[in-house]
């Protein structure tokens, strides 16, 4: 079977930001005169709305074969397999290029300030300069094999003694791979990280 799925989700203009990046006493927006932290978000409420992708496909498959012996038993194999794939995409802003902003070195050009405070309006080119998107794209499997053999193996006063014997194997994988920006932690927002490709073998008898 198969499922594909595409969705695109509104968020607000812009993230809060996490980092607290400080707002130097010469910022034009800086209305305090000396050196502030900023709280809050780059972009508030009056910005366009921020859009999230969200891409997700599934496959999965199984296949079993069942039998009997000549000797009376009879036995089962079965083959699992699963992939999922999602793709995750938004916008969020960039700590170094916040951080040169704020101090007067953002921009195109490299010598705007970005204005947070106040409701100051920005350049639109600036806000560009200072936003990023983060995308990430993770994989997931998983297959399994299951064997079973069932049989009788002795008989007793009250009836047949039967036994199962089995084993079962999984293998599970893991691939995350995501943009420079998240691997470098610069989002003000989102918390990055390495990608990641790990696997996992599980082996079960009884």
């Known amino acids: 079977g198969m499922a594909l799925n595409t969705a695109d989700r509104s968020n607000s203009p812009s993230f809060p930001g996490v980092t607290f990046p400080f707002v130097p006493a010469n910022n034009p927006g800086n209305f305090l005169g000396v050196p502030a932290i900023m709280v809050g978000r780059i972009i508030g409420n009056d910005g366009p709305e921020n859009i999230s992708d969200h891409d997700n496909d599934t ?9 009997d012996f000549d000797n009376g038993w009879s036995g089962s194999l079965s083959v699992g397999y699963s992939w999922h794939k999602n793709f995750f995409a938004v916008t ?4 170094d290029r916040t951080n040169a902003a704020l101090n007067g070195f953002g921009g195109p050009g490299g010598d705007q300030f970005l204005m947070p405070f106040l409701g100051i309006p920005n350049d639109p080119a600036l806000l ?10 993770t994989d997931t499997s998983l297959l399994t094999v299951d064997g079973v ?7 007793m006063p009250a009836g047949p003694v039967g036994i199962a014997i089995g084993a079962q194997y999984r293998r599970d ?14 989002f003000v927002f989102i918390f990055g990280g390495p990608d990641i490709d790990a696997y996992q073998d599980v082996f079960a008898f009884f």
């Open 149 to 155: 053999v069932t049989g009788e193996i002795f008989e």
């Open 59 to 67: 496959y999965r498959a199984v296949a079993a074969l069942n039998g």
């Open 128 to 137: 560009d300069f200072v936003t990023g998107r983060f995308m990430i794209t």
């Open 92 to 95: 969020d802003q960039l700590t």
């Open 173 to 186: 994988d893991l691939k995350a791979d995501a943009d420079e920006d998240f691997n470098n932690n610069n």
